[in-house]
């Protein structure tokens, strides 16, 4: 199939897409903040720069979109029908990255965790991976 926007109008339509502050990401804050766990954001000295730091925790929280980052099995994990090769090797960069990401915070002591963008995209499914969450993330202060 073929790409229905000129070079110009996909950059342009590439460059809206935002790293920090998305939706999911906005919606499962507001579920940790109910919960009563405290976070900092945009912290840039650690690797990856993570979307939620719980310092008191030593726990880092990614909010993965599964389109970018490839969530297994995930409907929303399609690979585009057009210039598939392109594609593939962006996302094996993505997952790639991601895997160093996470070795090196475990290799600094911290623990990581993922929430995938599906898991959060009804207020429900939201709740579940905040609970989930805030179980993992204490369970050290148990």
């Known amino acids: ?26 919606t ?11 976070f900092t954001l945009d912290n840039k000295k ?15 929280v990614f909010v993965h979109g599964c389109f970018w980052h490839r969530h297994p099995e995930c409907s929303i994990a399609t690979t585009p029908k057009s210039n598939t090769t392109f594609w593939q090797e ?14 090196r915070l475990d290799e600094l002591g911290w623990r990581v965790f993922v929430a995938w963008e599906c898991e959060v995209q009804s207020r429900v499914r939201a709740r579940e991976t905040a609970e989930r969450l805030v179980r993992l993330i204490r369970i050290v202060d148990a």
């Open 1 to 26: 199939m073929v790409d229905f926007l000129s070079p110009d109008e996909r950059s342009q339509r590439m460059a809206q897409i935002r790293s920090s502050n998305t939706s999911p990401e906005l």
């Open 28 to 38: 499962l804050r507001r579920e940790l903040h109910r919960r009563g766990l405290r």
């Open 46 to 60: 650690l690797p990856g720069k993570p979307d939620l730091v719980f310092p008191r925790h030593r726990a880092i």
């Open 90 to 103: 962006k996302f094996d960069r993505n997952v790639a990255r991601d895997d160093r990401v996470v070795a």
